[in-house]
Each structure stands twice: as structure tokens, then as C-alpha cells.
């Protein structure tokens, strides 16, 4: 049975690099991607270079966001050259050795940027951690499809190299969807706190970098309830302590 692994392509442009990448992912076990927004139209010419994979290039989703691609995994990685502080950046070969181990605990998801300027910033903050293929500064830029192939190739030689499943079942992980629930049961508890001001951009960033951590510590489905828990009655608390002040 496949691995939950999950290819997201945002605002693919080039009809030529879907059958590409399509061809490049049958080459390597992979059949799970999605699209967001793409702007090639006319498939045709996709279909001429997906030889022998036009099962998977049909079989692509769809999705009207990046949050909504992804918002069952687990991990969600960006590939991208920037530094961003509290996420790793790790080589595609790292990736996929962990992408194949935190594939046992639900999806995950490797995400490409539009072929003209990659992923924005917004996008880039969404992702749990980044990585970039190690390139010449003489030509650091790769083409969609080769990235593709770079990381398809790299996650099947992890899936090869990977040892047994352990017979005990791992702890299920929380969905990025869950996390994005106990960050903003976070933010509430710290804006009934007065620890945050509403629309407050610094406010924000504190956020962000307070959460980050919990991001980063790999919860499971049971503790992400639990700190949802808490923090609800935490904040319920401190508006009502507030009220009676």
C-alpha cells in the first residue's frame, strides 16, 4: 500500500511540466498530488509528455487553497531557498527519510511554488519546514518538473531503505488542521491574558514564535485535545476574571 505522501503544486503555469512531473512521480511509486489554482488550461501538450503516467496526471485533485491541500497532514514542507526562523531547512534527501517515518502517522506533504516565483511569504510561513536542493549560485533555479524529480527520486530510494514498522502502532499525530485549532485557542487565552492585543502585527509575531514550538515538538491527535482543552478553559477563565474586575 502507498505512503501517505502527498505532492501540492501552487499555480502550476506550465502544461509541459504537469506531464513531466507526472511521468516523474510514476517512475518513482508516487500517485498522490494536488493542485491549486493552475493556471495551465490546455492539457494536451501534458498529456503528450506524461507517457505511460496519464492515470496520474488525471488523477490529480484540486484545491481551492493551500490550507485546504494540506489539511489533513501531519508535515507539510515547503521547498524554497529562504531562511525562516523556527523552521528547519533540510536537504530533499532528509526530507524524504523523514517524510517516509512520519508517513506511518498520517499524510504528509511537499509543497511546490508557481514556476515564476516560487512560494510567497505567507506560503512559506504556512509550512511546518522548509527545504531547497542544493544548487550552483551560477544557476540556482530548477525547473518544476526537475524539482519534482529530484524529490520523487529521493523519496522512493527512503521508501526502499526503510526498515519495518514497528509492531506496536504509533500514536496517531494531529492534523495540521488541529494545529492550526490549538494556535488559535492560543491566541485567544493570550488576548484574554492581555498578553496579546487584537490586530496587533508585533502581537502576531509573538504569536507565531510561541507557537512554533508546539509545531515543532510533533503532537499527537490526544495531546493537541488536550491543549485545546486547556486553553479554552484557561481563556473562559480570564474573561470572566476580567468581567468581575
Not at 133 to 152: C, D, H, M, R
Request: neutral net charge.
Amino acid at each position: 500500500m502507498p505512503l501517505p505522501i502527498r505532492l501540492v503544486l501552487l499555480r502550476p503555469r506550465n502544461a509541459e511540466n504537469l506531464g513531466a512531473a507526472a511521468r516523474a512521480m510514476k517512475n518513482c511509486g508516487l500517485s498522490e498530488w494536488t493542485w491549486v489554482h493552475p493556471e495551465a488550461e490546455d492539457l494536451a501538450p501534458a498529456r503528450r509528455l506524461a507517457v505511460h503516467a496519464e492515470d496520474v496526471l488525471e488523477a490529480s485533485g484540486r484545491a481551492d487553497s493551500l490550507d485546504a491541500a494540506v489539511a489533513d497532514c501531519v508535515w507539510v514542507v515547503g521547498t524554497s531557498s529562504r531562511k525562516v526562523e523556527g523552521k528547519r531547512r533540510l536537504s530533499p534527501r532528509a526530507v524524504a527519510e523523514e517524510m517516509v517515518q512520519r508517513a506511518a502517522q498520517g499524510p504528509v506533504a511537499l509543497v511546490f511554488g508557481d514556476e515564476r516565483s516560487g512560494l510567497t511569504n505567507a506560503e512559506v510561513e504556512r509550512c511546518h519546514d522548509l527545504s531547497a536542493v542544493p544548487t550552483a549560485p551560477e544557476q540556482p533555479s530548477i525547473n518544476l518538473a526537475q524539482a519534482v524529480l529530484l524529490y520523487a527520486y529521493e523519496l522512493r530510494m527512503a521508501t526502499l531503505a526503510a526498515s519495518p514498522p514497528p509492531a506496536a502502532p504509533l500514536p496517531v499525530a494531529a492534523t495540521d488542521t488541529e494545529l492550526t485549532l490549538v494556535e488559535s485557542a492560543l491566541e485567544e487565552a493570550l488576548v484574554a491574558g492581555g498578553f496579546l492585543v487584537d490586530e496587533d502585527s508585533r502581537g502576531r509575531t509573538g504569536l507565531r514564535d510561541l507557537f512554533a514550538p508546539l509545531r515543532r515538538s510533533r503532537l499527537t491527535r490526544k495531546e493537541a485535545k488536550l491543549w485545546l482543552a486547556a486553553l479554552h478553559t484557561l481563556a473562559k477563565r480570564l474573561r470572566s476574571g476580567n468581567r468581575g474586575g
